[in-house]
C-alpha cells in the first residue's frame, strides 16, 4: 500500500536502516525506517489518511511517525549533510537517495529496499554493504565520518560484537587514527555514558567491552577501569548468572546491562566510584550498587561463614538483586545460600505480633522487637513452623 501511494505522488519510497541489513542477514528487526525521494511529510500526511493511525510531524527534522496498531512508521525524506565542525550538528538539505545512503555510518547500514510497485523488493546496495555483510566487515563509508560523529566509533563497537565482526583494514586505521586524536573528548559525559549503556545492553556486551579496552577507550569512564583477565571471566560469569536466576523461575525486575557496569567499575575505589558517579550524572540506585559492589569480597565471606539460615537472611535482606548476582558472579559457590534467600527465606513472616507478647503480661517498649526477631530467628532456622509454634516459642 504504501508502495502504490509513493507511485501516485511520484516519490520513489525505500525501507533503510537496520531492516533491509537484518533481512539479508535472515534475522528479524522490527524498526521501519522509511524514506522517500520527494516529500517525506507530504507522503506520512497521504499514507496515514490511507491507513488511519496516528501522524505525528516533526518539522523542525522534516520527519514524521506514522503510529499503527502494531506498527510504527520513521518516514523521513531523502536528505544530504555536512557538517561545518567536528562532532557539531549537520547543516542538512534534500538529497538523492544516494547521498541518502552515504551520509550513514558503515557499508552494512547503508542499504535500502525499494518498495515502488515497479521494482518492489530491490536492494539498493551502492557501497557493496551485502558483501561486506557476507564477509562480515564493518567498513566506514568515507574518511571523516568518525570526526563528523563520534558516537559512530561507539556504534562500531557494537556492531562488530553484536554480529562478531571484524573492522575493514582502512577502517580499523581511521578508528584509531579518529581515537589517538582524542575524538571522543567532544561527546558529552551524558552522550558517552549513553553510548556505554547501549553497548551494555546490545547482544555481546563482552566483546563489547574487550573492544573498548582494545582501542583504549575505557580511560574516558575512568583512569582506574582495568580490563584484565580477572575482569574477563568475571564478565563472562553474567551469563551464567543470568541463566541460573532465569531457571529459578522466581519473579524479579532488575536491568541486566547494570550487571555489566558492576562488574566493569567493580575494581575500583570508593573515590573513583564517587568520581565515575558524578561525571556521568549515575541514579542513586546505581551508584548503591556500584558501591556495595566495594564490599562483596566482605560478604562472599560472611555468607561461607553463616553458621544458620538466619544469618544468611540478615545479611542478603538488605542487598538488592543486582548485590546479591554479583557476589554470584564472584563465587558462584553461594549459588545454594542465594537460591535459598530467593525462593524461601526473603518470604518469611512471622504472624505473631505485640499483641500476643501483651497477653504474656508485657508492657509495649524496645524488648518486642527483639522478642519478635528471636521468633523470626527460630523461624528462619526451622525450629518453629505453625502459629502455634511461634506462639509456644514465645512462652518460653
Ligand atoms: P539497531 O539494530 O541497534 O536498532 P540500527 O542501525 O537500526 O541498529 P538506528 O539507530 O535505528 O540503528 O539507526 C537506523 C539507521 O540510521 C542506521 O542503520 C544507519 O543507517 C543510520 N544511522 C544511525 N545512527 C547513525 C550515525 N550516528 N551516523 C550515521 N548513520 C546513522
Excluded: C
Excluded at 521494482?119 to 551485502?130: A, E, N
Amino acid at each position: 500500500k504504501a508502495g502504490r501511494m509513493a507511485d501516485s505522488l511520484d516519490f520513489d519510497l525505500y525501507i533503510v536502516g537496520g531492516f533491509p541489513r537484518d533481512l539479508v542477514l535472515g534475522q528479524v528487526n522490527h524498526d521501519l525506517d522509511l524514506v522517500v525521494e520527494g516529500d517525506g511529510i507530504e507522503f506520512a500526511r497521504e499514507l496515514s489518511k490511507e491507513l488511519g493511525g496516528h501522524l505525528d510531524i516533526y518539522h523542525e527534522f522534516g520527519t514524521a511517525v506514522v503510529s499503527l496498531e502494531d506498527l510504527k512508521l520513521d518516514i523521513a525524506t531523502t536528505r544530504v549533510e555536512y557538517y561545518p565542525q567536528v562532532a557539531s550538528l549537520p547543516e542538512v538539505e534534500h538529497g538523492s537517495i544516494q547521498q541518502d545512503l552515504f551520509r550513514r555510518d558503515f557499508t552494512i547500514n547503508a542499504l535500502a529496499i525499494q518498495l515502488n510497485q515497479a521494482s518492489f523488493g530491490q536492494l539498493v546496495d551502492y557501497f557493496s554493504g551485502k558483501k561486506d555483510l557476507e564477509k562480515g566487515l564493518i567498513r566506514l563509508l568515507h574518511n571523516f565520518s568518525l570526526y563528523d560523529d563520534p558516537t559512530r566509533i561507539f556504534r562500531g563497537f557494537r556492531f562488530a560484537s553484536r554480529y562478531d565482526y571484524n573492522f575493514e583494514e582502512n577502517t580499523e586505521d581511521l578508528f584509531k587514527h579518529a581515537i589517538e586524536l582524542d575524538v571522543i573528548e567532544k561527546l558529552s559525559s551524558d552522550r558517552l555514558f549513553n553510548k556505554l549503556e547501549l553497548g551494555l545492553k546490545d547482544r555481546n556486551p563482552v566483546r563489547f567491552i574487550s573492544l573498548l579496552d582494545e582501542y583504549n577507550i575505557l580511560s574516558y569512564f575512568s583512569p582506574g577501569i582495568e580490563w584484565n583477565h580477572e575482569t574477563e571471566i568475571l564478565e563472562n560469569n553474567v551469563t551464567k548468572v543470568l541463566d541460573w536466576l532465569h531457571d529459578l523461575e522466581i519473579v524479579t525486575s532488575f536491568e541486566e546491562w547494570v550487571l555489566y557496569l558492576i562488574v566493569l567499575v567493580h575494581g575500583l575505589n570508593e573515590t573513583e566510584i564517587k568520581d565515575f558517579a558524578n561525571k556521568f550524572n549515575i541514579n542513586k540506585n546505581l551508584f548503591d550498587r556500584l558501591m556495595t559492589s566495594l564490599k562483596a569480597d566482605k560478604y562472599i565471606r560472611i555468607l561461607h561463614d553463616a553458621e544458620d539460615n538466619s544469618a544468611i537472611y540478615y545479611l542478603l535482606q538488605g542487598l538488592a538483586i543486582e548485590d546479591m548476582l554479583f557476589l554470584l558472579i564472584k563465587d558462584f559457590s553461594l549459588e545454594e545460600e542465594i537460591k535459598l534467600y530467593l525462593e524461601k527465606l526473603q518470604w518469611t513472616d512471622i504472624e505473631v505480633s505485640g499483641e500476643e507478647i501483651i497477653a504474656l503480661g508485657y508492657s509495649p517498649g524496645p524488648i518486642f522487637r527483639e522478642v519478635l526477631d528471636e521468633v523470626r530467628k527460630a523461624k528462619l532456622n526451622g525450629e518453629v513452623e505453625t502459629y502455634e509454634e511461634e506462639k509456644e516459642y514465645l512462652e518460653q
